[in-house]
């Protein structure tokens, strides 16, 4: 899938590499310069993606949604962070959105339109087949744009430039040759981070759970606290033996995300309950968080199950629903349905069906 990537006119940030699309926004009153923070942001988005093209022998778009899902889970100012990735790959489009930004998909007979701010983390989304016309993504002004614009002359095929927001018109080939954009706005110097041996800059993650729950764990040579069964840092990556393995304790980590069938996600700082009311629950009153979630096929009850962090454990139980939550484990073709009121440890990849819907856990925590 490949298509001619045009700038909408804008103050924000647009960026094209390898058929892949960034827009960031730009909220700052001061016009965009190497020291702006949307400028910060796309350095470390372009990285990601540069990275994730490294691991995957097929682009898929999900090592790049797991690498940014754990790089905005470590960051204090995750809210402020605003942007749209498209990832063309082998089984459809890739849609990735954070905040105040608004993805329009466009085929021969349906307009389909995405918001960053419907979803309680990100929109993380896999369209496929993908739209037949055009896929843009804009920031979001006073009003969410929906309708895109008709197409004009110019195009980016490599580089970056402000902008308000990208088209790809999918099908038309750039016949422009191959030109940095300008501005060229190079990698700015970190406020905070590190940069590896070839200049990219990687954040440097300072996690801030929503539940403050304190765990005993192993901090490794950077200071980032992991589950003590771990071999490798899930927010660096190195080895836990660089350090003299004493547990310690602290402040826990986020455990990962629920991404449920729609492209939502849910951060797992703290427990959740999931229902069509789950309001109604004592665990909400206590402290959880509910998560309402609309169920066309009738399936859901009001208070249908609980995520649990224990330790470093996330766990699923079933409060009793009429037609219960089965679990289906990775690797697994077959659904188990859990037993009401007794708890499930759920490993990265594992799948739930409550009612007629159904949630991913993924965690960089994996063992």
């Not at 393995?245 to 602290?250: D, K, N, Y």
């Not at 009738?298 to 454990?313: F, K, N, P, Q, T």
Request: include cysteine; charge should be neutral; hydrophobic fraction near 40%.
């Amino acid at each position: 899938m490949s298509g001619r990537v045009e700038v909408v006119p804008g103050r924000h940030l647009v960026a094209s590499t390898d058929g892949v699309v960034v827009v960031v926004a730009h909220r700052d009153s001061t016009a965009l310069s190497v020291d702006s923070e949307a400028v910060v942001v796309l350095e470390q988005l372009l990285a990601m993606v540069a990275d994730a093209a490294s691991r995957e022998t097929r682009r898929t778009g999900r090592a790049f949604a797991r690498m940014v899902s754990t790089w905005l889970m470590s960051r204090e100012d995750e809210e402020r962070v605003e942007f749209g990735v498209l990832t063309p790959g082998t089984r459809g489009l890739s849609v990735l959105l954070h905040g105040g930004v608004t993805a329009v998909l466009e085929g021969a007979d349906r307009r389909e339109v995405l918001r960053g701010r419907d979803a309680g983390f990100t929109v993380d989304r896999v369209v496929s087949p993908a739209p037949d016309r055009a896929a843009a993504v804009f920031v979001d002004e006073d009003r969410t744009r929906e309708v895109l614009p008709a197409p004009g002359v110019w195009s980016l095929r490599d580089g970056r430039m402000p902008g308000s927001g990208a088209v790809v018109w999918l099908g038309e080939q750039d016949p422009t040759p191959i030109r940095r954009s300008i501005p060229d706005l190079r990698t700015p110097p970190r406020r905070n981070g590190r940069a590896d041996a070839g200049g990219a800059r990687t954040p440097a993650p300072t996690a801030t759970p929503g539940s403050g729950a304190r765990v005993l764990g192993y901090k490794c040579a950077r200071g980032h606290l992991n589950d003590p069964r771990v071999s490798f840092c899930a927010v660096c990556g190195i080895r836990m033996e660089q350090l003299t393995l004493v547990l310690t304790e602290g402040v826990r980590p986020p455990l990962g995300v629920l991404l449920l069938d729609d492209g939502s996600s849910y951060v797992l700082d703290t427990d959740l309950v999931i229902g069509r009311e789950p309001e109604r629950s004592e665990q909400v009153r206590r402290g959880a968080q509910a998560i309402r979630i609309p169920d066309a096929s009738g399936g859901m009850s009001r208070v249908h199950a609980e995520i649990r962090l224990v330790e470093w454990d996330v766990q699923v139980m079933d409060r009793g629903s009429a037609n219960g939550t089965h679990v289906r484990l990775p690797g697994r073709s077959d659904w188990v349905r859990a037993t009401p009121g007794h708890a499930t440890i759920l490993e990265p990849g594992s799948q739930l069906l409550l009612g007629g819907r159904v949630f991913t856990f993924d965690s960089q925590h994996g063992r």
